[in-house]
C-alpha cells in the first residue's frame, strides 16, 4: 500500500494508527507481534557534495583553508543555528553533482525494492536456508516513510518487523532474532545497487544507499516510549507535502517559466532545471524526469508498507464510520456528497476558491432571474 503526499495530509491520525498497529497491535492486528523482533532504520542519500550544515561547533573547518577548481574556499567556519537559510545550500554549487543526486531520486524506490530483498536473502543464508524458500519460514513486514533532508535529498525511515510465513498471525522462527535482522539490514545497505540506464551525456552510474546507516532495536515488551514514538513521528511526517519542507513545490512543473518563479531555494530550483533538462534525453524518458521535478526527481510515495504489516486505511475508514453511525451523538454530521474547490496551500489557491465560490453563487443568480422571465 503506498500513499502520495497530498492524499496523506487527510490522514494524519489514522497514519498514527496503522503504523502503531504494526508495531503494539490492535486494529485486527494480534499484540503478540510487540514481541517480535522490530527494528526502527534509516538509509540515507550519498553525498552529491559538501554542504553546510548546523551544530554546536563550526560548519566545515579546514586547517589548510583551500579553495575548489571554481575558487570557492573547501571550508566554513562559521557556526550556523538550525533554521539559518545556509543550512543544506551547498558550498559550491558549480562542483555539487546535481546530476547525481536527481537520477538517485529517480532510482531511490527501486533501490528500496532491492534492499528488501537483498535482506531478506541474507537472513536465509544466516539461518541456513535456500533462499528461495525464506517465504516458507519468515516474513519481512515494513512501513517506510521517505523524508527530505535540508540538502533536498530523500532519506527513508523504516518499521521492519519479522514474523512467521503466515504474517501477523504467526510466530517467527527460532533463529530469528533481532540482532541477525541488524546484521542483515547493514550488510545489504552497504551492498545493493542500481545502475542508472547509460546516457552518451552522463554515462553509467551505480547508485547505492549513503554510509549513514541506523538500525535500532525496539522495545521487545512493548512498554517503552519507542513504539508511540516512531509512530507518532512517521505520521507527523507523513502529512508534509515537498513544499512544507523546503524541498520542491506541490503541485507539478508544467514549464521551464514555472521553474524560475517557484518559491524555493536556488539549490532546489537547480534540482528542478536539472530535472527538466535530463528529463528531455530519450534515454532518460522511463523516468519521467519533467513529471516530478517538482519533487526533484523522487518518484516514490511518501509512505509505503507490505501487504501484511498491518491494517489498512480502508478498514480504519470503516471501522470509523461505523463507529461515528453507532453512537448517536448528538448534532453528528456526516457529508457523503463532496464538491472540488481548489488545491490547498498552493500559491492563489484561496483566491481560486473565492473565485469558484463566485462563479457558482452568480450562475444561480442568472439561473433564478431565467426563471422568472419563463414564468
Known sequence: MTVCAPCS?????????????????????????????????TLTAPSFGPVHRA????????????????GRPLGCGAVHAPDAPVIGQPLCADCYDYTGHVLWHAHASKLWDRFVIDVRRRLATSAGLVQSHFADHARLSFARVAEY???AAVHVHAVV????PNGPDDQPPPWGTAQLLIDAVRASARRVLVRTPYSPAVGELALRWGVQVDARQLH????????????????KYVTKGASETGAGTDHPITTWGDIASAPVTEHVRTLMWACWRLGG?????????????????????????????????AALRAQRAHHV?????????????????GSGHTPGAALIAAGIAEDLATNREVAREEREVRR
Open 9 to 41: 495530509r487527510l490522514h494524519a491520525g489514522d497514519t498514527y494508527h496503522l503504523v502503531r498497529a504494526g508495531l503494539l497491535g490492535g486494529k485486527n492486528i494480534p499484540t503478540t507481534i510487540r514481541n517480535r523482533p522490530r527494528l526502527f532504520i
Open 55 to 70: 551544530g554546536e561547533g563550526r560548519c566545515r573547518p579546514r586547517r589548510d583553508g583551500g579553495t575548489c577548481a571554481h
Open 149 to 151: 533532508q535540508k540538502r
Open 161 to 164: 518487523r519479522l514474523d512467521g
Open 220 to 235: 521487545t515488551d512493548g512498554d517503552g516510549p519507542d513504539d508511540d514514538a516512531v509512530a507518532a513521528y512517521v505520521a
Open 281 to 313: 534525453l530519450p534515454e532518460y524518458e522511463p523516468l519521467r524526469l519533467r513529471a516530478w521535478a517538482h519533487t526533484l526527481g523522487y518518484r516514490g510515495h511518501i509512505l509505503t508498507k507490505s501487504r501484511a504489516y498491518s491494517t489498512t486505511y
Open 325 to 341: 453511525g453507532r453512537s448517536g451523538i448528538p448534532g453528528t454530521i456526516t457529508d457523503v456528497n463532496w464538491r472540488y474547490v
